[in-house]
């Protein structure tokens, strides 16, 4: 029978785990422990609201509702001084929780402070978009718009960013492949030679690690050389192997292989 | 949409033949002075431009997408492939946020913390001096060029010395460092050192400051006012050059930063020139930092590795004379660490700027999420605002003075 592999993750997976492992956690601080966090979290939870917060790792976590993001990125931005959006994206929680968690990394050059403002959007549930308070946001929402196919309303300019405008799937969500889906095999071969050569070119191998023992255009075979470019895919010509001693033998080492010369009667008796 | 299925050049919301005075050019991605495949689409109005488009992806290996199908250890080498100027400071912003995930950071051993923050200087020297040589040679100063990778190659030599590798160095690991540093190396640094301040003094300077090209291609272009750089979230030497106060390694000191004695240069000018005087300011702290850290290294311990054996990998004799050592290395190499769940961002002031890492884990092996905040990507996004109400000749001062690399901005 074949084994069972879940559709919904196909990234790389742990050959073994223990089954008496405990997976330990990153301990999660009260806010009210940092003097300065405690201070922010107070006057953001009197004005919206906050379903978790805790500090992990010396830094602020809040989770807030998708659709008041725009209002608590800018309340942040202009009373509490976090007015730099380091780096937004999303992580991909599609199989588990049918949805994306988007996290925005903000920083505070006054108080020396992160805080990360995470939220939870259903898988085609779009988002605001903060780039009129910040417009680092600018890129990096196209960028997870072409990473998750995460919709961001009132972008002026969502359109893929390192991908080409023209490619179908998200990269980075856990259903497509390392090595690229259909599409991606067939994209470059239709791009350059056109769909018609499709059955002349063949699909692109996308896996780095790809070998092919039949092609001896692009492979060495060592120990069983043919000549390149033969095709041996019928019947594989079992070539002899190569001599790479010297004719005559290595000084002091004895080659075993080599037929040992029979003495004859009146040889050994000359010794 | 682009026609499917022949090689055809695609310009979208592009009209080329238009009715007004505008015009809209092509900029790379093969260009010689876009550092890297940047293509820019530009709308002209006679030199000015009007509109600018900075379109990237040309060099998008999907690292993130690749961090998620490997163990921790794995993925080392690839962030050598990011800043590929100055691959130790990638390698370290990694390691550093994969031992914050760890909570091992404090038991980094002494000397594995000298030799990382040598490195970093080493990096930040080294990819000062090649902006400055592919500035300057955007600029027309040929000479500066060649003095300035003549002593970045000496820099290199030592790198070479110490890991083997000139440009992709993994040289850190998660938990310390594999080498200890080779003998004599300090001497030869410390030559090198007395060369580079030489060098920045009676070379770059002398050359460029009162240059009186130089500083009519530099001054008053590229100006990033306060706002815009908050706005785009700009780190590192772009941030510094419009006056705000603000380094990493002061403000929330990593490794040795806290002992060590240095200034951060800051310049109100917010043009291109005074950019470039605060590079060759960093050069000279990272000297100064450099010469203080020679001695530390002589006085630490000889430990180079921390001793965590649930993710690290116990030392070479341990694991060749002790059963279960080996045993815990073999665990450790076949299916990796596997880190608490959590996650955290951890920041590093990577010669570029700000250099991020996101990591989410779910206990795995493997990271569940990856993020690379990486400086260069925001610094290309600021030209479409940037390279607005400027001249033709500017944008490619302009994009040499943000000192983009596009390994860092397509990861």
Request: proline share 5%; net charge negative; glycine share 6%.
């Amino acid at each position: 029978m074949r084994p069972y592999r879940p559709k919904d993750n196909v990234q790389k997976k742990a050959y073994y785990n223990d089954r008496f492992y405990v997976t330990p956690q990153i301990p999660k601080d009260d806010p009210a422990s940092d003097e300065v966090y405690s201070k922010d979290i107070e006057k953001l939870q009197s004005k919206f609201s906050i379903s978790e917060s805790y500090i992990q790792r010396g830094e602020l976590v809040i989770y807030i509702d998708p659709d008041s993001n725009v209002e608590v990125l800018e309340f942040l931005k202009d009373e509490l001084d976090y007015s730099f959006l380091m780096e937004m994206s999303a992580v991909d929680f599609l199989a588990q929780r049918e949805g994306f968690e988007i996290f925005y990394e903000l920083l505070s050059l006054s108080k020396r402070k992160r805080i990360r403002v995470k939220t939870f959007i259903k898988e085609n549930q779009a988002i605001e978009s903060v780039q009129h308070l910040f417009r680092s946001a600018n890129f990096a929402e196209r960028e997870m718009f072409d990473m998750f196919g995460i919709q961001v309303n009132n972008h002026p300019y969502l359109k893929r960013i390192l991908m080409p405008d023209d490619w179908e799937g998200y990269p980075l969500r856990k259903t497509y492949p390392l090595q690229g889906d259909e599409f991606a095999q067939w994209y470059e071969v239709d791009k350059i030679f056109g769909k018609e050569a499709r059955d002349i070119v063949g699909p692109e191998i996308r896996d780095s690690a790809h070998i092919d023992r039949y092609d001896t255009e692009r492979f060495a075979r060592l120990g069983h050389e043919v000549p390149r470019g033969t095709d041996i895919s019928k019947d594989e010509p079992d070539t002899d192997n190569h001599e790479f001693q010297e004719e005559g033998g290595v000084f002091l080492i004895k080659d075993l292989n080599k037929p040992q010369k029979v003495l004859s009667e009146k040889e050994r008796r000359e010794r | 949409m682009q026609q499917t299925n022949r090689l055809r050049p695609f310009f979208e919301n592009l009209t080329f033949d238009r009715d007004d005075n505008h015009m809209v050019i092509n900029f790379g991605p093969q260009h010689p002075s876009a550092h890297g495949q940047l293509r820019l689409i530009l709308e002209l109005d006679g030199e000015e431009v009007v509109k600018a488009n900075p379109d990237i992806g040309y060099l998008h290996r999907g690292m993130e997408k690749m961090a998620e199908n490997m163990i921790y250890n794995e993925f080392l080498p690839t962030t050598d492939r990011m800043d590929y100027i100055a691959s130790s400071s990638n390698n370290y912003g990694f390691a550093l946020a994969v031992e914050k995930l760890l909570g091992i950071e404090d038991k980094v051993p002494r000397r594995a913390k000298v030799i990382r923050t040598m490195l970093l200087e080493l990096n930040r020297i080294i990819s000062h001096q090649f902006w400055l040589a592919t500035h300057a040679l955007d600029v027309g100063a040929m000479s500066v060029f060649l003095y300035a990778f003549r002593e970045r190659e000496w820099g290199l030599d030592l790198i070479e010395d110490y890991c083997g590798a000139r440009l992709t160095h993994s040289a850190i690991r998660i938990g310390g460092v594999p080498l200890d540093l080779p003998e004599g190396w300090t001497d030869n640094l410390a030559k090198y050192l007395d060369k580079v301040e030489r060098a920045v003094k009676e070379d770059y300077e002398a050359l460029l400051d009162e240059n009186r090209i130089w500083k009519m291609r530099l001054e008053n272009v590229g100006i990033i006012d306060k706002e815009m750089a908050r706005s785009w979230a700009v780190s590192g030497i772009m941030l510094r050059g419009s006056g705000f106060e603000w380094d990493l390694r002061k403000e929330m000191p990593y490794e040795l930063y806290e002992e060590l004695d240095f200034d951060i240069p800051i310049s109100d000018k917010m043009d291109s020139y005074g950019r470039y005087k605060l590079y060759m300011e960093e050069i000279r702290q990272s000297v100064r930092i450099l010469r203080q850290l020679i001695p530390m290294y002589h006085e630490s311990e000889p430990q180079l590795m921390a001793n965590v054996p649930q993710y690290i990998s116990p030392t070479k004799e341990e694991q060749m004379t002790q059963n279960y050592s080996l045993m815990q290395h073999f665990v450790l190499v076949t299916q990796g660490m596997r880190p608490p769940v959590g996650e955290v961002y951890v920041a590093t002031e990577s010669p570029k700027g700000e250099l991020g890492f996101y990591i989410n884990s779910q206990g795995e092996p493997y990271p569940y999420r990856l993020k690379i905040r990486a400086p260069s990507f925001f610094h290309t996004g600021i030209l479409q605002d940037l390279l607005v109400g400027c001249q033709l000749a500017d944008v490619v001062t302009i994009i040499g003075s943000t000192n983009i690399v596009f390994g860092e901005v397509d990861r």
